[in-house]
């Protein structure tokens, strides 16, 4: 992918966002996305993928929720035996108890930014978390809380998104920034995202026919396309 392309399409699309005349930050802070479309259907994970992107979608510190195995107890310890920041540690057994209720979920989905969930259990969440987290764009994201390193690997999953709905179409879209980013911040979030799609989408590259880059609000601006394929530049 030339990385002119991609810079080209972030300078246009970023200009296009903030020159709107209704264009306000703090109550508009569009998600921008890759659009990804595929020659074939890739084939369905068995479990969501996680995708890394060098930049955090939200705040560079942000108020982490993380939901384990039981007994709970042993997480939190290991999160402070590892000099780990996290706002709250919840057990599956907890979670189905006290979180049962409609409010409850509502309550807490809405007091923390991202939720990181033990991938022993992330089969089971979704069901006991509603469709209220997705709504929010909070899903769960999987953490692997038997690696050495944890301090990587739990910043690695702040910074990551988990896509569920690979093999059914041949398209699917990827956050990969927000308007309020700089144009490089994004450039690399873009690069970053392709990057861990092609790392765990076999066979990478060579079944993409065409990426784009698009606002919630705007249009798609190409920013690759495949050999044989007509090719759309940018002016």
């Known amino acids: 992918m ?4 991609v810079e080209k399409a972030v300078d246009a699309l970023m200009k296009h ?3 709107k005349q209704s264009f306000d930050l703090i109550n508009n802070d569009e998600k921008v996305a890759i659009q990804v479309v595929f020659k074939k259907v890739p084939t369905k994970p068995k479990h969501p993928l996680r995708l890394t992107l060098t930049h955090p979608m939200g705040s560079a510190e942000p108020s982490i929720c993380l939901i384990t195995k039981d007994p709970q107890r042993q997480y939190k310890d290991l999160m402070k035996s590892h000099g780990l920041s996290v706002a709250r540690v919840i057990g599956i057994g907890k979670l189905k108890k006290k979180f049962k209720e409609l409010e409850a979920k509502r309550v807490l989905c809405n007091s923390h930014d991202v939720f990181l969930v033990d991938e022993r259990v992330l089969p089971i969440v979704p069901r006991w978390l509603g469709k209220y987290f997705y709504t929010k764009g909070k ?3 999987k953490v692997n809380l038997t690696k ?3 301090s990587k690997e739990m910043g690695e999953a702040v910074r990551s998104y988990m896509v569920s709905n690979l093999g059914k179409g041949n398209n699917i879209s990827v956050p990969c920034g927000r308007v309020s980013f700089d144009n490089d911040q994004l450039i ?3 690069n970053s995202a392709l990057s861990s799609l092609c790392k765990v989408v076999k066979p990478g590259m060579k079944n993409i026919k065409s990426v ?3 606002s919630e609000s705007s249009v798609a601006l190409p920013i690759y396309t495949a050999l044989g394929v007509a090719p759309l530049k940018i002016s």
């Open 17 to 19: 966002c903030r020159s």
């Open 148 to 150: 050495s390193d944890l």
């Open 2 to 5: 030339e990385s002119e392309q």
């Open 212 to 214: 784009y880059l698009k």
């Open 139 to 141: 899903a769960p994201i």
């Open 188 to 190: 690399e979030n873009v």
